[in-house]
C-alpha cells in the first residue's frame, strides 16, 4: 500500500508546511534514509533537482511529523562517446 510523504528541502529557507513536497512510495515510515533518496530523486525528477547544488538536506514528513533530516549525495554516472569525423 503506497503511502504519502513531504519533504523539504533544508538550507533554502524552505519552511514545513507551507514550501513541503508531497510524494508517495511503498516504503513504510521506518526505512527513512530510502524515503531521502525517493525525496532526493522526486526532487530532482520533478522540481527541477539538476539544477540544485548538491549534496543537499532533506527533512521528511509523514502525517506531518518529521522522520528526521538527510543529507543525500547524487552520484554521477559519466559517460563519453566517440563519433569520427569525415572529411
Not at 27 to 43: C, G
Not at 60 to 85: N, P, R
Request: glycine residues 6%; charged residues 25%.
Amino acid at each position: 500500500m503506497k503511502r504519502e510523504y513531504e519533504y523539504i528541502t533544508l538550507g533554502c529557507g524552505a519552511e514545513y508546511p507551507s514550501d513541503a513536497v508531497s510524494f508517495s512510495s511503498l516504503l513504510s515510515p521506518i526505512e527513512t534514509e530510502w524515503l531521502a533518496e525517493v525525496a532526493a530523486q522526486d526532487l530532482w525528477d520533478n522540481h527541477d533537482g539538476w539544477e540544485a547544488t548538491w549534496p543537499m538536506t532533506f527533512q521528511i514528513f509523514h502525517k506531518g511529523q518529521s522522520l528526521g533530516k538527510f543529507i543525500v549525495e547524487m552520484e554521477a554516472d559519466t559517460g563519453f562517446y566517440a563519433t569520427e569525423v569525415i572529411r
